[in-house]
């Protein structure tokens, strides 16, 4: 009898530049130490679920798809597969279509694409997630908003290429209703926080989570800094709403001088 077999695997882009959107809030080298943190949580809870799936005939490898030598380095410490992302790819879905071709079409298998910015997933909720059975499906854990996709199962991993990206819960569900495939969406707690924002850092620390990401935020005078942040967005929107009624009253002045030369004219 075949095992049944799952394929977690993990992208990540490069470190430089990593996480812009917390840069009011973090340096540069603090963003690497938190991409890295965070990829070392998602590693270690779908490593113990591919040791909680190994007692039900389930093979589970964990692998780190991405460009970064640094981050492929990483991986292999932690114990996932560092895999190198094929030179030349344009984007992200394109990576993964090609990395999930290798990975071939039986029903048996699977692949889980799960983000590495989702560091308080558990282990047991992405075994759920690789129980999934039946014929050919799309299991979709959405993020908190209900527009992103945090996780995605595919069964094969070949039964439609990924769409990551803007909106992409709708653009997985469109493509399972092209295809005709069996699709569920299936929000967890854990897994639908994907750290992008000063309030997802807040987040996490009030999280009872015990992994890397966590301890490493609490390290931090983060309150400190995310009070700083918040102040400095709101002078951004402040002198973005002071420049647009200066442009209203512009506007204004001249409709009104054009209205005046009409009258003259007339």
């Given at each position: 009898?075949?095992?049944?077999?799952?394929?977690?695997?993990?992208?990540?882009?490069?470190?430089?530049?990593?996480?812009?959107?917390?840069?009011?809030?973090?340096?540069?080298?603090?963003?690497?130490?938190?991409?890295?943190?965070?990829?070392?949580?998602?590693?270690?809870?779908?490593?113990?679920?591919?040791?909680?799936?190994?007692?039900?005939?389930?093979?589970?490898?964990?692998?780190?798809?991405?460009?970064?030598?640094?981050?492929?380095?990483?991986?292999?410490?932690?114990?996932?597969?560092?895999?190198?992302?094929?030179?030349?790819?344009?984007?992200?879905?394109?990576?993964?279509?090609?990395?999930?071709?290798?990975?071939?079409?039986?029903?048996?298998?699977?692949?889980?694409?799960?983000?590495?910015?989702?560091?308080?997933?558990?282990?047991?909720?992405?075994?759920?997630?690789?129980?999934?059975?039946?014929?050919?499906?799309?299991?979709?854990?959405?993020?908190?908003?209900?527009?992103?996709?945090?996780?995605?199962?595919?069964?094969?991993?070949?039964?439609?290429?990924?769409?990551?990206?803007?909106?992409?819960?709708?653009?997985?569900?469109?493509?399972?209703?092209?295809?005709?495939?069996?699709?569920?969406?299936?929000?967890?707690?854990?897994?639908?926080?994907?750290?992008?924002?000063?309030?997802?850092?807040?987040?996490?620390?009030?999280?009872?989570?015990?992994?890397?990401?966590?301890?490493?935020?609490?390290?931090?005078?983060?309150?400190?800094?995310?009070?700083?942040?918040?102040?400095?967005?709101?002078?951004?929107r402040s002198r973005s709403s002071f420049r647009g009624g200066d442009?209203?009253?512009?506007?204004?002045?001249?409709?009104?001088?054009?209205?005046?030369?009409?009258?003259?004219?007339?």
């Amino acid at each position: 009898m075949n095992k049944k077999r799952t394929d977690v695997v993990i992208p990540v882009k490069r470190l430089a530049g990593a996480k812009s959107r917390i840069a009011d809030v973090l340096g540069e080298d603090e963003r690497r130490e938190l991409v890295l943190a965070m990829l070392e949580d998602v590693v270690a809870a779908a490593t113990h679920a591919a040791r909680l799936a190994a007692g039900r005939s389930h093979r589970v490898d964990v692998s780190v798809l991405s460009p970064d030598p640094d981050v492929l380095a990483f991986a292999n410490r932690i114990g996932s597969r560092g895999l190198v992302e094929r030179p030349g790819v344009a984007s992200l879905n394109e990576a993964l279509a090609a990395t999930l071709a290798e990975l071939g079409g039986r029903v048996d298998s699977a692949a889980l694409v799960l983000h590495a910015d989702t560091p308080l997933g558990t282990a047991d909720e992405l075994a759920t997630l690789m129980a999934c059975d039946g014929e050919p499906v799309m299991v979709i854990v959405p993020d908190r908003v209900g527009r992103g996709t945090n996780a995605l199962l595919l069964r094969p991993p070949i039964v439609v290429p990924p769409r990551f990206g803007s909106d992409s819960l709708a653009q997985h569900l469109g493509a399972a209703r092209a295809h005709e495939l069996a699709v569920r969406v299936c929000p967890l707690d854990g897994v639908g926080l994907d750290v992008d924002t000063p309030d997802d850092l807040a987040a996490v620390l009030r999280s009872d989570a015990d992994g890397r990401t966590r301890r490493f935020l609490a390290g931090l005078d983060l309150a400190g800094r995310l009070s700083l942040a918040r102040e400095r967005a709101s002078d951004r929107r402040s002198r973005s709403s002071f420049r647009g009624g200066d442009s209203d009253r512009r506007m204004i002045d001249v409709k009104r001088a054009t209205a005046r030369k009409r009258v003259d004219e007339r």
